[in-house]
């Protein structure tokens, strides 16, 4: 199965800008989609953003709108997660997801975890 690998996190003051990248070794043929998705201590694993693999529109939680972006390169299996203007309440670990299909209004998961990076934003 694809294994993504997360990097990019860190430590960023609160207004301040990250951008997440994930590597996948390579790609589920079957996929529709891949995305984020974001874990804070003590609270349940949350959609982020996602993005299709052949294009079209992306897809973006409410309280990442307007702040985050979500792109692709399809040649290098990769999907990024630029975060502008970040505020205390995005400090989760950040994961990564190859392997998406539309379930009504949010995303069924398919494909494996990756190890997921770190984001804290100081206030």
């Known amino acids: 199965q694809v294994q993504p690998v997360e990097s990019g996190g860190g430590l960023v003051q609160a207004g301040g800008s990250l951008r997440l990248s994930c590597a996948a070794s390579?790609?589920?043929?079957?996929?529709?989609?891949m995305g984020w998705f974001r874990q804070a201590p003590g609270k349940e694993r949350e959609f982020v953003a996602a993005i299709r693999w052949s294009g079209g529109p992306t897809y973006y939680a409410d309280s990442v709108k307007g702040r985050f972006t979500i792109s692709r390169d399809n040649a290098k299996n990769t999907v990024y997660l630029q975060m502008n203007s970040l505020k205390a309440e995005d400090t989760a670990v950040y994961y990564c997801n190859t392997d998406l299909s539309p379930n009504g209004s949010s995303w069924a998961t398919f494909g494996s975890w990756g190890q997921g990076t770190q984001v804290t934003v100081s206030s």
């Open positions: 390579g790609r589920t043929f079957s996929s529709s989609a």
